[in-house]
């Protein structure tokens, strides 16, 4: 079956396109592995500090197509003469509280105050690892425009965001930005909510961004699902994958892939360039930190991938080619 339809409801809340598990073995299963991993879940030496050189920006990239990582799915995309940024979180801890919560491996490269110029931000979904207060409050007075999934507007008006700077969309729809520019929502496998109380009342999706020359795919959180393959039937081939590698674990599959089922989606996508996110910024789950990323390289090569790995806050331009700056080793 075909998974490219609206997003479908059960009363208030959200269905995935598949029937979904969230966490198996529950809570006192998941405490007792959090108290007995041994992994290096966080670098034992302080990363970076990174540094995005802002002179960049006055000239649009060669090839039409420039990444800027800034860390976990928080990426500033050039494209085609746009500018996109995506789940911005600049705050120290992706949590509800300033003080506990999953802290930041290294300080965001690019103060949110130098950010160029932006003509569209997206938000995938409203976990606090992607949707983030602080971040959002310090946009109030942005005039960007924001798209975001279904209900996640409720969230943006609360925090100060203009009602009519938001554009909510459902799985399938499309906007366009500047005339040559679009900008689709499709369908994702994950889950939504910012605490106990309230999960799966909003959205969350994937997008799929268009430019005059360049397709690519945005995935934000996802775990795999066939819909991978009509997502890029639909709309591919893609010039670059942006796929989820980390926070991984078999107790929660179904729900975040992990970077074998990234290489997966990216070949069904029909991705020629794929980049990992959501990786190497917190911990999340109960791998190494730079697990993922190791365990990606081994799987792209058996695939023949070919892969963008960018180093934190440095713009990277898109040309078509595979790219390695090895900086969690570094």
């Known amino acids: 079956m075909n998974s490219l339809q609206k997003a479908q409801k059960q009363g208030k809340i959200f269905l995935n396109p598949i029937p979904t598990g969230l966490m198996a073995g529950g809570m006192g299963h998941i405490l007792w592995k959090y108290i007995t991993a041994k992994e290096e879940r966080v670098p034992k030496r302080k990363l970076g500090p990174f540094v995005t050189d802002v002179s960049i920006y006055k000239n649009p990239p060669a090839s039409g197509l420039r990444i800027t990582w800034i860390g976990h799915s928080s990426l500033l995309i050039e494209i085609d003469g746009k500018r996109i940024l995506t789940d911005p979180v600049w705050a120290p801890r992706a949590s509800f509280l300033s003080f506990i919560g999953p802290k930041r491996f290294f300080e965001a490269s690019l103060p949110l105050e130098q950010l160029p110029p932006l003509d569209a931000i997206i938000l995938s979904h409203d976990h606090y690892d992607h949707l983030d207060k602080p971040t959002i409050k310090r946009l109030v007075h942005s005039t960007t425009p924001i798209y975001c999934s279904l209900g996640v507007s409720g969230h943006l008006i609360n925090w100060g965001i203009s009602a009519s700077r938001i554009t909510e969309m459902d799985w399938t729809d499309r906007v366009t930005i500047g005339g040559d520019l679009t900008i689709t929502a499709t369908p994702a496998r994950h889950f939504s909510g910012r605490g106990i109380v309230n999960r799966n009342q909003t959205l969350w999706s994937s997008f799929v961004i268009k430019g005059s020359k360049h397709n690519i795919f945005f995935g934000a959180d996802s775990g795999w699902f066939a819909g991978f393959k009509d997502i890029g039937d639909a709309y591919g081939p893609f010039d670059l994958t942006m796929l989820e590698i980390g926070a991984y674990d078999k107790d929660w599959a179904d729900i975040h892939m992990g970077p074998e089922k990234a290489t997966e989606a990216h070949l069904a996508l029909k991705g020629k360039l794929m980049m990992p996110i959501h990786w190497g910024t917190f911990n999340l789950a109960f791998h ?31 040309n078509g080619k595979a790219y390695n700056s090895g900086w969690w080793k570094k």
């Open 288 to 318: 190494s930190w730079t697990e993922p990323v190791e365990r990606l390289l081994g799987y792209a090569k058996e695939k023949g991938i070919d892969l963008l790995l960018p180093e934190p806050g440095m713009p990277t331009e898109v």
